[in-house]
C-alpha cells in the first residue's frame, strides 16, 4: 500500500503539501493540486482515517449506543439512522450495553478519544452527570434522559392506554400483563397505563414478569396460564414477549385469539410472520431512528434544532390475534 511519502515524492512535492490536499486545508496552487490528486490515483492512496482524525479532531463516526442487539427493535432503528449519516458521509459504529452503566461509559470515553463526532444514545442507566462534560453532541433515543439532552421517544403510557381500552371493546376482562424489565422507562410506562385502565373499570390485576425477552416471555405465560385459566386475554409489554405468549398457547393448546387474546407493543417485522398475526401497537419505529439521527446531524453541523425533544405517538394495528 502506497505512503504519504511516496505520493509526495510522485507529485515532486512535499509531505506537508500532500496533508494540506488531503484535507483541503491552507493555499496549494492549483497545478500542483492536481499533481498531488493524480498521484493519490496512479498510486491508489488511502489516506489514514486514524491519522486524519488525529489532526483533525473528527473521524465522520458516530457512535449508536443501545441496550440489547438479539431485540429486533433496534435494528430497525439502526437502519434509520444509518439511512441518514452516511448520505452526509458518516459511519454508524454500534454498541451494546446490556443496560451496563459500566459498559456504557467505557464506550463513551473509548469513542471520545477517538474524536467520534456524536452519540445516539438508547440508555436506562446514564444520567446529566456522565454526559455533561463531552464536547461533541449527544441525542436520546426511545428513552428521555434529561432536558439539556435532545431527544425522540413514543409516548408509551397514551399508546398502552389505546391497547387496554381497545382489548375491552373486544370483551376482553380478565386481561393478564406480561411486563419488561422493571428498570426500564418504557415498560414502567406501558404497566402504569395497565394498572390505570384496570382499575378505571374494575377489571382484576394480573402481572407476570417477562424480561421483553422471547423464551422469558413463553415461559412466563405458560406459568400464568397454568395457575390461571380464567384469563381471556395477555396485554404483552412487547413484540417479543408478546411473541413468547403465542408460542406458549400453542403449546398448551390454548386457541388464539377464540380463547386467549394477545396484544402486544413495538410493531416489529416478526408481528406478521406467526399465526395468528400479531395485533400491536406500532410504533413509528423508521422515524423515530431517521428524527434522532437527522437532529444528530444538525447539532453536529451546527445548526439550530426546531424542537429539543420530539414525542411521537403508536398506532393500533389490528391483525388476527385479539378477538
Known amino acids: ?138 441525542v436520546a433515543l426511545d428513552r428521555f434522559i434529561d432536558d439539556r439532552i435532545p431527544s425522540v421517544a413514543v409516548d408509551n403510557y397514551e399508546g398502552a392506554r389505546k391497547a387496554l381500552e381497545y382489548m375491552i371493546e373486544r370483551g376482553c376482562r380478565n386481561i393478564a400483563h406480561l411486563e419488561g424489565p422493571r428498570h426500564v422507562i418504557t415498560s414502567g410506562e406501558r404497566k402504569r397505563a395497565y394498572q390505570d385502565v384496570m382499575k378505571e373499570n374494575n377489571l382484576p390485576i394480573t402481572l407476570q414478569q417477562g424480561h421483553y425477552e422471547l423464551e422469558k416471555g413463553m415461559v412466563s405465560t405458560m406459568e400464568l396460564l397454568e395457575s390461571n385459566r380464567s384469563i381471556d386475554a395477555i396485554f404483552a409489554g412487547n413484540d417479543v414477549m408478546a411473541i413468547g405468549a403465542l408460542k406458549a398457547a400453542g403449546k398448551l393448546g390454548i386457541k388464539v385469539p377464540e380463547e386467549v387474546s394477545i396484544m402486544g407493543f413495538d410493531g416489529m417485522e416478526w408481528g406478521t410472520t406467526v399465526l395468528p398475526e400479531l395485533t400491536t401497537m406500532q410504533q413509528p419505529i423508521y422515524e423515530i431512528g431517521k428524527k434522532a439521527a437527522e437532529m444528530l446531524l444538525a447539532r453536529i453541523q451546527g445548526l439550530p434544532l426546531e424542537r429539543e425533544h420530539y414525542v411521537l405517538k403508536a398506532a393500533l394495528e389490528v391483525r388476527k390475534s385479539v378477538r
Open 1 to 138: 500500500m502506497a505512503t504519504i511519502s511516496e505520493v509526495a515524492k510522485r507529485a515532486g512535492v512535499s509531505v506537508a503539501t500532500v496533508s494540506r490536499v488531503i484535507n483541503n486545508k491552507g493555499y496549494v496552487h492549483e497545478d500542483t493540486r492536481k499533481s498531488v490528486a493524480n498521484a493519490i490515483k496512479q498510486l491508489g492512496y488511502k489516506p489514514n482515517s486514524v491519522a486524519r482524525s488525529l489532526s483533525q479532531k473528527t473521524s465522520k463516526m458516530i457512535c449508536f449506543l443501545i441496550p440489547d442487539i438479539t431485540n429486533p427493535f433496534f435494528p430497525q432503528l439502526v437502519r434509520a439512522v444509518e439511512d441518514v449519516m452516511y448520505p452526509a458521509g458518516y459511519s454508524t459504529i454500534l454498541f451494546n450495553s446490556d443496560e451496563q452503566l459500566e459498559h456504557e461509559l467505557e464506550y463513551i470515553e473509548g469513542m471520545t478519544s477517538k474524536y467520534i463526532d456524536g452519540f445516539i444514545i438508547v440508555s436506562n442507566t446514564l444520567k446529566w452527570e456522565h454526559l455533561s462534560a463531552l464536547n461533541v453532541p449527544v
